[in-house]
């Protein structure tokens, strides 16, 4: 099934078409939409899922995706045109996963080409707190070129129900935040997407979970920026939210002005968790770009260790799932052929 949805009326009430229409149903910008809430659309959906098309506009509503197979993605020309925003808090919810925008558990989730955001921390008068903007819990889940917008907390990428890894990939996306905006304890693998850090007294890219050393997770950015804003202090590639936090950046860019050890501590004086968590490096590059100077329990990779971290062998060989593009490691054009991506380098 695949259903269109348009802002032009988002405030002026619904229109809603049964679910049981099997037949596509066609967007309109001029306002005779199919449906003219997100929410809707979603709900709308069969229970294995189907398309969602979301016409250029602003939508301010939570959104929560529970059923497997659903394609979310904007019909504008930049993911800029389509915006999904609200403004929910930890405080003000009861939980930093509540707090979130749009919050997708259902496995084969697809997001494409649109703005997802939690302006909760643009209001002045707001105390600090956690906000999500994406919470993705779901297995097998794609997201691409995809804004991600808020400031503490902006995504999380969390494994599923009763413990279960989520394997997720993100592919050309922009995510900027400032404390811990990429968390959680997922099995997620970024391909050339940027981590803007925004003006704050501290910043943090990641705060991966990691809690035992037998779990199947960690987060691998390969080919990905990391930037800030002048007035960003304090920035560190991590901390450990977990013992066993796993974060390794290959071939980065760094523009933003890191702390020379690179990786900080949970609660320094207090936690001891850089010791038996896994924070690597592969020819990061940039101003930020500090080698000699990296945190003693961080690790710098050779060649064959950065292999290792390819993206087959992140994900056991089981790519079957990833979308069909072009794909590189180290500087060299590798193909996806039957599922499976293969290069001189595998």
Not at 46 to 67: C, F, H, L, M, W
Not at 211 to 235: K, M, N, Q, V, W
Not at 318 to 336: G, I, N, S, V
Request: with cysteine; net charge neutral.
């Amino acid at each position: 099934m695949r259903i269109f949805v348009s802002s032009a009326v988002l405030l002026a009430g619904c229109f809603c078409i049964p679910a049981a229409c099997a037949e596509p149903l066609l967007v309109s910008h001029a306002g005779s939409a199919d449906y003219h809430s997100v929410q809707q659309a979603i709900d709308a959906l069969p229970a294995e899922g189907g398309d969602v098309q979301i016409a250029p506009g602003i939508y301010r509503e939570k959104v929560k995706i529970s059923k497997s197979g659903v394609h979310l993605s904007g019909t504008g020309s930049n993911p800029e045109d389509t915006v999904i925003v609200y403004g929910d808090s930890a405080i003000n919810v009861g939980g930093t996963a509540r707090s979130a925008t749009l919050d997708a558990t259902g496995d084969d989730f697809r997001l494409e080409n649109l703005t997802i955001q939690n302006d909760y921390a643009l209001n002045p008068v707001n105390p600090p707190s956690q906000a999500v903007a994406l919470s993705l819990t779901g297995d097998r889940d794609v997201v691409t070129r995809v804004r991600l917008l808020g400031a503490q907390d902006t995504l999380f990428a969390g494994k599923g129900p009763n413990g279960r890894m989520s394997r997720q990939y993100f592919s050309n996306c922009y995510i900027e935040g400032h404390v811990d905006f990429v968390f959680g304890n997922a099995k997620a693998w970024f391909r050339r997407c940027e981590l803007h850090g925004i003006a704050n007294q501290a910043v943090v890219f990641t705060a991966q979970s990691k809690a035992a050393p037998d779990e199947d997770s960690g987060y691998a950015f390969d080919h990905c920026t990391l930037s800030a804003d002048p007035a960003a202090r304090y920035i560190a590639l991590g901390r450990p939210w977990r013992p066993y936090a796993t974060v390794v950046f290959l071939w980065t860019k760094i523009e933003a002005q890191v702390i020379a050890e690179g990786w900080r501590e949970w609660t320094p004086g207090k936690t001891s968790n850089l010791s038996t968590s896994y924070y690597a490096e592969y020819r990061s590059f940039g101003v930020g770009a500090n080698p000699s100077g990296r945190e003693p329990h961080s690790h710098q990779l050779t060649d064959g260790q950065a292999a290792r971290w390819s993206l087959g062998a992140f994900f056991g060989g089981a790519t079957d799932w990833l979308p069909m593009e072009p794909y590189r490691w180290k500087k060299k054009q590798t193909l996806t052929v039957g599922g499976r991506r293969r290069s001189s380098d595998e």
